[in-house]
């Protein structure tokens, strides 16, 4: 009887700038001078903006809103290896990632104070989804829209983020499939930040890595250092030239850790270790960055300073813009779900606007 071996499979890890800031000359993707100091003004104009927004909440000047803090590493890298024509699917802890591909400062403060307006767009081609706080829908969205895309002829990919919690969703198998068994041009991003609200990683799944998960798809898998923004700009190229080719969709797992509280209504000392969050900090990525740049002589204490007081500027421009609105459209949320009129989502708006009229708006 046969017993044989009939399929073997591995996973790599990529690092190419490690905790203490030295790149790995072998792996470095060698971008200009001005990409890395490009990369590192959106990290920090991330985590600026991200900060603000903690203490704007604390003082009851915004809704809740899940940090982002110690995730730029990620999302930034992947938007900047994307072209504009590609489509960017993301789920909530994409902040600096949409801010790169064009959304407004303002607009994630709109969002996270409980108004539709922060979903709309400055320009229709941005091809950026809205945040979404449904768990794994951006899987099938992206598979959808990388099918079309190249059903339409156009030169475009679609690329699509999920937490580690996400992968336990039925859509991130659905999509996974979908895009491989299509050879959708896609690119599948795991944005492994060890919990899932008070959820370990361990607990969600007994894989040793949440990239194998591609190998039950046919599509490469590769986990990559998610605190080191060259080797998800490394990784991300390689995934978006393979979709492209027209050779099928990628799934990156990237190994990173959420610093901060779920959302600002969760407490994380309820459920972890400060040692382990100490840990953490001391991988974060723009330390590391920060680091890299010295050594090269890109960076120094004026630059940074400099930098400081112009970030802060930009993004107390846009809480000054935010607070001055009063226009905001309580029913917002029922004018553009669907492109065009809809009879359900009539029926669901004229029952909203005449229970505001009878309850009051917040009856
Ligand atoms: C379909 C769906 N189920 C459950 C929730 C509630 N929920 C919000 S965030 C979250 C955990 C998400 O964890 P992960 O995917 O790891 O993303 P992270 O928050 O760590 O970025 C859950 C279960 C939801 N928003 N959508
Ligand atoms: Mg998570």
Redesign the pocket.
């Known amino acids: 009887m046969p017993n044989k071996e009939v399929a073997k499979f591995s996973v790599s890890y990529l690092q190419v700038l490690n905790e203490n800031g030295k790149v790995d000359a072998k792996l470095d993707p060698k971008l200009s001078d001005e990409q890395l100091l490009e990369m590192h003004r959106w990290m920090r104009l991330a985590r600026e903006l991200d900060e603000r927004m903690l203490k704007l909440q604390r003082q009851g000047r915004l809704g809740t809103f ?1 940090p982002n803090t110690g ?1 730029e590493a990620i999302s930034i890298p992947a938007a900047l290896a994307m072209q504009k024509n590609d489509w960017f699917a993301g ?3 994409e902040l600096g990632g949409r801010l790169v591909r064009g959304e407004p400062l303002t607009s994630t403060l709109y969002y996270y104070n409980g108004w539709e307006e922060g979903n709309i767009l400055p320009d229709d081609d941005l091809r950026l989804l809205p945040t979404s ?5 951006q899987f099938p969205q992206a598979a959808g829209l990388a099918y079309a895309s190249r059903y339409k002829g156009e030169d475009a990919a679609a690329v699509a983020f ?6 336990s ?1 039925g ?1 991130f198998h659905e999509g996974l499939n979908f895009a491989a068994a299509w050879k959708a041009p896609a690119v599948f991003v795991v ?3 060890q ?3 008070s ?1 370990p ?1 361990s607990d ?1 799944t007994p894989s040793a890595t949440l990239a194998q998960k591609a190998i039950a798809y046919g599509i490469p898998g590769v986990q990559v250092d998610g605190n080191d923004p060259l080797a998800v700009h490394v990784a991300m190229t390689e995934a978006l030239a393979r979709a492209r080719r027209g050779d099928g969709p990628t799934l990156i797992e990237a190994v990173t850790y ?1 610093l901060m509280m ?2 600002t209504a969760d407490d994380p000392t309820k459920y972890r270790g400060k040692e382990e969050e100490e840990l953490a900090w001391t991988k974060e990525p723009l330390v590391r960055f920060d680091k890299y740049l010295r050594a090269k002589k890109l960076w120094n204490d004026a630059k940074e300073e400099a930098l400081k007081a112009e970030l802060k500027a930009e993004v107390e421009a846009a809480v000054k813009e935010f607070e001055a609105r009063d226009d905001f459209q309580m029913d917002a949320p029922f004018l553009n779900v669907y492109g065009t009129e809809h009879e359900e989502i009539k029926r669901q708006h004229q029952d909203y606007l005449e229970n505001v009229k009878r309850e009051g708006a917040n009856g």
């Open positions: 899940p995730q789920a909530f802890r706080v449904v768990i794994g829908c999920i937490g580690d919690g996400g992968t969703e859509d944005q492994n930040n919990w899932a609200i959820i990683r969600q959420r779920h959302t």
